[in-house]
């Protein structure tokens, strides 16, 4: 299983960003994923999930709104579409596999960084 978020960079406050999850060596359409983000001095924090099974979709509270996750099974794809960015949502931004949605992260590869800054 591999796991690759790309798509992060520096954004001002206010601005969007999508990032992308592909995903080899594993039937991908078989895996929930998810996005978590980790931040200097904070926790790891759940962003969002999106369910294999019936393409249930959930989000952190301080996202809800703000952010859309998305899948393309065909392309082994999960995108993670954000808008109106915080200076709080700066971290590194991880793409990994999350059965039932419950923050129990399995594989999860390099991430992308994520910086909102004016």
């Known amino acids: 299983v591999q796991l690759q978020a790309s798509g992060g960079g520096l954004v001002q406050p206010g601005g969007s960003l999508r990032l992308s999850c592909t995903a080899s060596?594993?039937?991908?359409?078989?895996?929930?994923i998810a996005w978590f983000r980790q931040a200097p001095g904070k926790e790891r924090e759940g962003v969002s999930c999106?369910?294999?099974?019936?393409?249930?979709?959930y989000y952190g509270n301080s996202v809800k709104g703000r952010f859309t996750i998305s899948r393309d099974n065909a392309k082994s794809t999960v995108f993670l579409q954000m808008n109106n960015l915080r200076p709080e949502d700066t971290a590194v931004y991880y793409c990994?596999?999350?059965?039932?949605?419950?923050?129990?992260?399995?594989?999860w590869g390099q991430g992308t960084q994520v910086t909102v800054s004016s």
């Open positions: 990994a596999t999350d059965p039932g949605c419950e923050g129990k992260y399995g594989k």
């Open positions: 060596r594993f039937t991908f359409e078989h895996y929930t």
């Open positions: 999106i369910s294999t099974v019936d393409g249930s979709t």
